[in-house]
Nanobody, 126 residues
Framework: QVQVVESGGGLVQAGGSLRLSCAAS????????MGWFRQAPGREREFVAS????????DYLDSVKGRFTISRDVAKILVYLQMNSLKPEDTAVYYC???????????????????WGQGTQVTVSS
């Protein structure tokens, strides 16, 4: 069984930084892609960033490019989201995702090898 656990959310002032972490465990996930999504109140969940299994390929939502950086520790099956220059519009619950196919980002996974964490709240005050 695959488990996905996020940590690192919190309250920060605009212009500040936070780093989110996500740990995954379970069969075969060391070869899976990982990503971050977010959902603000009253809005649909949206893609934020993704990284392939080796960490060599990444992708970002346009509005976070240059401010957010996704990285991973391949050996420990950890993924990080470093968020700098935070804006109030970044306020949301952030979810970590683990899936078999990197090419499925930023959309939906093509099969059931698609796992989500419980979410961590990020609040940016103006």
């Amino acid at each position: 069984q695959v488990q996905v656990v996020e940590s690192g959310g919190g309250l920060v002032q605009a212009g500040g930084s936070l780093r989110l972490s996500c740990a995954a465990s379970g069969r075969a996930v060391s070869t899976y892609a990982m990503g971050w999504f977010r959902q603000a109140p009253g809005r649909e969940r949206e893609f934020v960033a993704s990284i392939n299994w080796s960490g060599g390929t990444t992708d970002y939502l346009d509005s976070v490019k240059g401010r957010f950086t996704i990285s991973r520790d391949v050996a420990k099956i950890l993924v990080y989201l470093q968020m700098n220059s935070l804006k109030p519009e970044d306020t949301a619950v952030y979810y970590c995702n683990v899936r078999r196919y990197y090419s499925d980002y930023p959309g939906s996974a093509r099969d059931d090898n698609d796992y989500w964490g419980q979410g961590t709240q990020v609040t940016v005050s103006s």
